[in-house]
C-alpha cells in the first residue's frame, strides 16, 4: 500500500490533485509505514503481528501452505520410519514434536520462526494421528476395523467444531494457540500404556514380545490363547522377508495397479476436500459460525462411512459418495447465482460426501497394503493427496477467469475418482495381508492353464 505526499500543496493544488487523476499522478508517492486494522472480529492475526498486506499478503497464505508442506514431508519420512522402527515409537516421537512446537508457536518471535514451529507442528500431529490410526487398524480382527478406521473421524469434528467455540472466545491468535495446543500434554498421561502394533512385532520377527501384547488382549476378551500360536507364527515368519520399501510398491503389477489406484483415491478427495473448504461460495455471516458449520456437516458423513463400511464395504460406498459428490458440484452449475441457499446447500451436501469418503479411504488404503509395507504404501498416498491439496487454492483462482471452471473440474475429478475401485478389490471382512505376497495375491483373478489347472502363484524376491 503508498501513500501520496501532499505536503508540499497548498489547499487548492489538494483539491485539483484529488479531483484530476492526472494531477494526483505528478505527486510523489511514498510506503506506508503503518496500518489501523479492524479489531471488531479479531483482537489480533499474524497478519496484524506482522503486518501481512499489500505487498506482503501473499506471506498470510505461505503460513496455511507450509502447514501443507509438513504434511507431505511427514509422508515422505513417515512411512519409513514406522515400518522399520515401529508404530509406537512415532506414534510419541509425534505427541512430542506436535507438542513442543506447538506451543512455541504461539511465542514466535518473527514471521520466519513461525513457518518452522508451523512445519513442524504439521509434521508432529501428522505423524501422531497416523500413527494412532494404524494402531487401532491393526490391533483388531476384521470385525472392527470398519470403527476403529471411523473413530478418529469423529474426534476430528470434535475438534474442528469446538475449536470454533474457543476462538470465539479467544480474540488473540498466540493466546488461541497455545491454549489450543496445552491439552495435547495430557496425552503423554496414556500414550506408554498403548500397546505396539502385535501385527508389526510378527512382521519384524519378535514374536515374543507379540505374544505378550495378544495374551494381554485374551485375557481383557476373556480368551484363551491356544499353546502352538507362537509356534506357528515363528515358522511361518522364518520363511518370509519382512524387508520392505517403497519401491516393492511398483515392483509386482497387481500390488502396482493398486497403489496407483490409491493415490488417485488420495488426490481426489484431497483437493475436493480442501477446495469446497476453500470454496468462494461461503455462508456468509459470522466467521466463526461459518467455521463451525463447516465442521459440523462432517460428522452426517462419518456416520454414513462407518455404516457404509460395517455392512456394506469398501468399493461401492467409496465408488457412491465419490460420484454423487461430484454430481452435487456440478449441480451448482445449474443454480442461478441469486438463489443462494440452493448452491450453498449442494456445497455443503459435497462436503459432507467426500469427508464420508475420505474415512473410506483412510481404512480402505490401510487393508490393501501389507503389514510389513502399510505405513508406505499408507504414506505414498498421503503424500500425493496432500500435493494435490496444495493445488486447491490455485483451482479457486481459476474462478476469476470463469466461475465455471472450479465446479467443473472439482465435479469431473470427483466422478472419475469415483469410477477408478473397479481396479481394486474388495477387502471387506477380510484378513490383513502381512507380507508382500500376501498383498500381491490379494484381488487377483486366478487363471487356470491348458491342462485346467490352476497356475502357481508368482514368486517373490524381497532382495530390493
Not at 490409491?262 to 461459518?290: C, P
Request: a neutral charge; proline letters at 3%.
Amino acid at each position: 500500500m503508498y501513500q501520496r505526499n501532499y505536503t508540499g500543496l497548498n489547499e487548492k493544488d489538494v483539491t485539483a490533485a484529488m479531483l484530476s487523476k492526472e494531477n494526483a499522478s505528478t505527486l510523489s508517492i511514498e510506503d506506508c509505514s503503518s496500518w489501523n486494522y479492524d479489531h471488531s472480529t479479531y483482537q489480533s492475526s499474524i497478519v496484524t503481528q506482522w503486518d501481512l498486506v499489500c505487498d506482503k499478503k501473499f506471506l498470510a497464505s505461505t503460513a496455511q501452505t507450509i502447514a501443507v508442506v509438513g504434511l507431505m514431508l511427514c509422508a515422505l519420512v513417515y512411512g519409513q520410519l514406522a515400518d522399520r522402527f515401529g508404530r509406537k515409537a512415532c506414534l510419541i516421537g509425534g505427541a512430542f514434536i506436535s507438542n513442543i512446537f506447538g506451543i512455541s508457536l504461539a511465542f514466535s518471535p518473527n514471521y520466519i520462526a513461525f513457518l518452522a514451529f508451523r512445519l513442524l507442528t504439521s509434521m508432529g500431529g501428522s505423524a501422531l494421528y497416523q500413527s494412532a490410526f494404524l494402531i487401532s487398524l491393526e490391533l483388531v480382527g476384521p470385525k472392527w476395523r470398519s470403527f476403529n478406521g471411523t473413530l478418529l473421524c469423529f474426534y476430528w469434528v470434535f475438534g474442528y467444531v469446538s475449536c470454533a467455540g474457543v476462538a470465539y472466545l479467544i480474540r488473540d491468535w498466540s493466546t488461541l494457540q497455545w491454549v489450543c495446543a496445552l491439552p495435547q500434554i495430557l496425552c503423554f498421561t496414556y500414550i506408554y500404556f498403548i500397546p505396539e502394533s502385535p501385527r508389526w512385532l510378527i512382521s519384524k520377527g519378535r514374536i515374543d514380545e507379540a505374544m505378550v501384547i495378544i495374551e494381554k488382549i485374551a485375557k481383557s476378551n476373556k480368551k484363551s490363547v491356544p499353546d502352538n500360536v507362537a509356534e506357528e507364527l515363528g515358522h511361518e515368519q522364518a520363511d518370509e522377508d519382512t524387508k520392505a520399501n517403497f519401491w516393492h510398491l511398483f515392483r509386482y503389477p497387481n500390488l502396482r495397479k493398486k497403489t496407483f489406484v490409491v493415490i488417485s483415491h488420495w488426490a481426489t478427495v484431497t483437493l475436493v476436500y480442501y477446495g469446497l473448504s476453500l470454496n468462494a461460495i461461503t455462508l456468509g455471516g459470522n466467521d466463526y459460525v461459518n467455521f463451525a458449520i463447516n465442521g459440523a456437516v462432517e460428522l452426517p458423513g462419518y456416520l454414513l462411512a462407518l455404516l457404509a463400511l460395517q455392512y456394506i464395504g469398501r468399493r461401492w460406498p467409496l465408488a457412491v459418495s465419490l460420484c454423487l459428490c461430484g454430481i452435487c458440484i456440478l449441480g451448482i452449475l445449474a443454480v442461478p447465482a441469486d438463489v443462494g441457499w440452493a448452491r450453498i446447500l449442494l456445497a455443503m451436501s459435497g462436503k459432507m460426501l467426500v469427508s464420508c469418503a475420505f474415512a473410506i479411504v483412510y481404512v480402505y488404503t490401510g487393508e490393501l497394503f501389507p503389514t510389513v509395507a502399510r505405513a508406505i504404501g499408507f504414506n505414498t498416498g498421503n503424500f500425493f493427496g496432500r500435493f494435490a491439496g496444495l493445488a486447491a487454492p490455485f483451482l479457486l483462482d481459476l474462478g476469476d477467469i470463469s466461475e465455471l471452471l472450479p465446479p467443473i473440474i472439482m465435479g469431473s475429478v470427483s466422478i472419475l475418482g469415483g469410477l477408478t475401485v473397479i481396479f481394486v478389490p474388495e477387502t471387506h471382512k477380510q484378513n490383513l495381508p502381512e507380507t508382500i505376497q500376501d498383498a500381491e495375491n490379494f484381488g487377483k483373478r486366478k487363471m487356470r492353464n491348458g491342462k485346467g489347472e490352476e497356475d502357481e502363484m508368482v514368486k517373490f524376491d524381497n532382495t530390493m
